[in-house]
């Protein structure tokens, strides 16, 4: 009981509302069958070639992109709550009709689902941000991320096996989880409006003295805001180096294990589920006792042995533990880089800032896979990890000069 008390502490006398929205984020996980196999549905059930599916997921990623800088415009006009349920309601309606089979329509069907569902993204993280203070934002976005990966660590397993014989079920089961998820923040999450976030924030406490409401547009905003965005900024080197274990780390595998490459992959994204799950508590708890970005400082350090050590290492035990150290690292980042968006984000902007700043910060994710693709082909793989090593120790030191800029920031304004 006692190891049992010591997990759930971190996460104790959170709001209501974040209970709610971490349950939610779960069960939205756990349906996410759709997206995950994008690919395989284009090319293997709908008879696609290899160019005109990548043409639709590049139309589907530009959909979201700009579904997200809609949804974070409505949701600093319009309550946070409705704007969520009408995109998220909207994305899983759209994915319905595909279980009729009608395989002309399920593409752009998905292009627009995805476009809804990257709408109601923005709301719903400012919803998390309403509902919390930067005492309580270290365990609330810990709790999220949690609830997310939950979903994660259960939902393609699920989906994978119903791609063989059930696929309407892949559409349905989507849907219906999407809705499912919708219904709980409809009953159990307080409704928030932007007026009312704008309202909360105290005009004269220093500890929230950038959460206070702004009236300039949002690059004017932005502008103000320098630190926040040489964050987002210095964030992409941290999505380029964990990027790879998506696209360098299965043909780094793929290349020592040869036939067994694909099972040992697998083998490692479970070993990453369970870490994830095993030691968010843990790393919450080191959280809190330092600033968001000394632990993300700390994340980037976890990054360069995780992943620059793959480089030196054949032994799949060494590979356990490389995994276990770059998801510590994800573990940090991920839970902290939200805290400290919410606490620089002005009130009266958290649905936009929450829509263009992970945009910018998640760019290394997305052209990683292309830049260490071209390099893989010039010099091997083995050569990246030493990279990724460097980008990572970059990327923790530009942090560590952020903190100490927040320092001195703070010292001036008390």
């Known amino acids: 009981m006692g190891s049992i ?3 759930v502490a971190p996460y104790r006398g959170l709001p209501r509302g974040i209970y709610a929205l971490s349950i939610a984020r779960a069960v939205n996980s756990l349906g996410s069958f759709v997206f995950p196999f994008s690919t395989i549905l284009f090319t293997a059930k709908l008879g696609m070639s290899n160019e005109r599916a990548g043409l639709f997921l590049l139309v589907a990623s530009v959909g979201e992109i700009a579904g997200m800088l809609l949804g974070g415009r409505l949701a600093d006009w319009f309550p946070r709550k409705a704007v969520y349920v009408l995109f998220a309601s909207a994305s899983a309606a759209l994915l319905l009709p595909c279980a009729l089979g009608q395989s002309a329509m399920i593409p752009w069907l998905l292009v627009a689902s995805r ?18 203070t930067p005492k309580t934002r270290p365990s609330a976005y810990a ?12 939902g393609p397993t699920i989906g994978g096996l119903l791609y063989a014989e059930h696929l309407a079920l892949v559409f349905i089961g989507d849907a219906i989880t999407t809705l499912a998820a919708m219904l709980i923040v409809i009953v159990m999450v307080r409704g928030t ?24 547009g949002i690059f004017s905003a932005l502008a103000k805001r320098p630190r926040l965005v040489a964050f987002a900024v210095v964030s992409i080197a941290y999505s380029f180096v964990y ?33 994830v799950l095993a030691l968010t508590a843990p790393a919450t708890a080191f959280a809190r006792r330092a600033t968001p970005l ?4 700390v994340a980037g350090l976890f990054y360069a042995v995780g992943f620059g050590m793959i480089g030196a290492i054949v032994w799949l035990p060494a590979f356990v533990v490389s995994t276990a150290l770059w998801t510590v690292g994800e573990i940090l980042q991920s839970t902290q880089q939200g805290v400290y968006l919410a606490n620089h984000t002005p009130a009266s902007h958290r649905g936009r800032f929450n829509a263009i700043l992970p945009l910018v910060m998640r760019s290394g994710y997305a052209f990683g896979p292309w830049v260490a693709g071209r390099y893989i082909d010039a010099l091997g793989v083995r050569a990246l990890w030493p990279v990724l090593f460097a980008v990572a120790v970059a990327g923790a030191l530009g942090m560590t000069i952020l903190a100490r800029a927040d320092r001195a920031h703070a010292e001036v304004m008390r």
Do not use: K, W
């Not at 780094?252 to 036939?259: M, P």
């Open 115 to 132: 476009a809804c569902g990257g709408a109601a993204e923005p709301a719903n993280a400012a919803m998390v941000v309403d509902l919390t």
């Open 143 to 154: 709790l999220v991320y949690l609830g997310i990966n939950v979903g994660f660590a259960i």
């Open 294 to 297: 000394s632990s993300i400082a």
């Open 243 to 275: 990027g790879q274990h998506v696209f360098a780390l299965p043909i780094q595998v793929d290349t020592i294990f040869g036939e067994r490459g694909p099972a040992v992959y697998g083998m490692l994204m479970s070993a990453n589920a369970v870490a």
């Open 5 to 7: 008390a010591r997990v």
């Open 193 to 216: 409006r932007p007026e009312q976030a704008s309202a909360s924030v105290p005009p004269l406490d220093p500890a929230r003295v950038d959460e206070q409401p702004d009236t300039a």
